[in-house]
């Protein structure tokens, strides 16, 4: 993606693009989004060479978004491939985690490098790290740190409205957003052949998704066995394998109780099925405490545009039904249950309408 520089070099920042970064920050319902949107704000704020921003998650591994300025158009370009920092950077922002403190120093070009705590107390803390030309000065200091505490408040407000508690997963409440946007993609993104139009098609695979409703086997058993909080621990446990086993990308989510839900991006339904049976297995060989055996029952359906949420999850759950009274701790995929003739073909709906 790119965006344009609103500001000429050396030209003071307007309060109106300042004030219209502000209020773009506030109204975006999505955590993804409010990440790109601070860092464009700062981008056009502040005219780095490069805004990096990390998010470290609980098992240590570092999410990361950049936006750095082509050298030739001044366009700033966002990068989405994993981001190899240089060694300098790498330092700095690892004594900037340590220490929980902002820290600049001077590169072999003579830029500033700065890297600023931005979220340190949370279990995700999150850090910027700027490649700036020169230091800044006292009235974009005041914009940007209004600028920060904006994002900051929002990004709390969001991980905790978003967030099961108990696990720390993408919660019921955030699944309906993030389903339609997974359902718009891969609807808009499906080659098309078109007799008569010249509709582009493009080289790129276009991504295909998976739902998955995941829930473990007989759970009321450890609660009934161990009491309530041994429970938890298992639904706890339980969230880090999902965590372990699939991509950084793909979205996890508790709904409640022991059931979980995966989106996950897959190239086909071959390499979708690998991903489940790897996580069924990572479950069943897991070292649960009291030398537990827990297992997990899948049903899971990919995600086409066409289907509502409402007809993926019921179809999903007809899946997961099946594998449930066929002996549990396996995944059955609504597709192939169907071509087998082991479930009936459901009616088309529209949200949760069914259409005759
Ligand atoms: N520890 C704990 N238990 C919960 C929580 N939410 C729901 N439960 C319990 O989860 C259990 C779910 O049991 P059931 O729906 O009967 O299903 P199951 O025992 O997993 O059996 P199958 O799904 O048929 O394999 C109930 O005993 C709930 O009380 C929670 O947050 N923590």
Same mark, same amino acid.
């Given at each position: ?8 070099? /050396?030209?003071?920042? #307007? ?8 209020? #773009? ?14 860092? &464009? ?12 921003? !990390? ?7 570092? +999410? ?5 300025? /082509? ?5 700033? &370009? ?19 985690? =340590?220490?929980?403190?902002? +820290? ?19 279990? $995700? ?12 000065? @006292? ?8 600028? #920060? ?28 957003? !993030? ?6 993609? $891969? ?54 394998? +999902? ?5 950084? $990308? ?14 996950? &991006? /897959?190239?086909?339904?071959?390499? =979708?099925?690998? =991903? ?5 297995? /990572? ?14 029952? !899948? ?8 289907? $509502? ?13 099946? =594998?449930?009274?066929? @002996? ?12 087998? @003739? ?15």
């Amino acid at each position: 993606m790119r965006i344009p520089t609103a500001l000429a070099a /050396n030209e003071e920042p #307007k309060v109106g693009s300042i004030l219209a970064n502000l209020v #773009k920050l506030s109204s975006t319902g999505d955590i993804k989004l409010l990440d790109r949107i601070f860092l &464009e704000s700062i981008c056009e704020l502040l005219e780095p060479r490069s805004a990096l921003l !990390c998010v470290l998650s609980g098992r240590g591994r570092m +999410m990361q978004a950049r936006m750095r300025r /082509n050298t030739v158009t001044g366009i700033y &370009e966002t990068e989405d491939q994993p981001i190899i920092l240089p060694e300098q950077q790498q330092a700095l922002l690892a004594t900037v985690i =340590a220490s929980a403190d902002q +820290m600049e120093v001077v590169n072999e070009t003579g830029d500033i490098l700065a890297a600023y705590p931005l979220q340190s107390n949370q279990d $995700s803390p999150i850090y910027l790290l700027l490649e700036i030309h020169s230091a800044i000065d @006292g009235d974009q200091l005041v914009a940007f740190n209004a600028i #920060k505490r904006i994002y900051h408040n929002f990004r709390d407000f969001m991980d905790e409205s978003q967030r099961d508690p108990l696990t720390g997963l993408l919660n019921r409440r955030y699944f309906d957003s !993030c389903i339609h946007r997974a359902l718009e993609i $891969s609807d808009d993104e499906k080659p098309t052949v078109e007799t008569g139009s010249h509709r582009r098609m493009t080289d790129r695979t276009p991504p295909r998704y998976w739902l998955a409703i995941l829930d473990i086997d007989h759970f009321k058993r450890f609660n009934d066995t161990y009491g309530h909080l041994y429970g938890d621990e298992i639904l706890l446990l339980f969230s880090r394998i +999902m965590e372990d086993t699939f991509r950084d $990308s793909d979205l996890l989510f508790r709904f409640g109780g022991e059931e979980f839900v995966v989106i996950t &991006e /897959n190239t086909d339904a071959g390499e =979708a099925k690998l =991903a489940l049976e790897r996580f069924r297995t /990572n479950v069943q060989k897991y070292p649960f405490p009291q030398g537990e055996r827990v297992t997990v029952s !899948c049903g899971a359906i990919e995600a086409v545009g066409s289907l $509502s949420a409402t007809s993926l999850l019921g179809r999903a759950d007809e899946a997961l039904y099946y =594998a449930k009274n066929h @002996g549990r701790n396996q995944t059955a995929f609504y597709e192939e249950l169907v071509t087998a @003739g082991k479930v009936a073909v459901a009616r088309p709906t529209i949200g949760a309408v069914e259409l005759f």
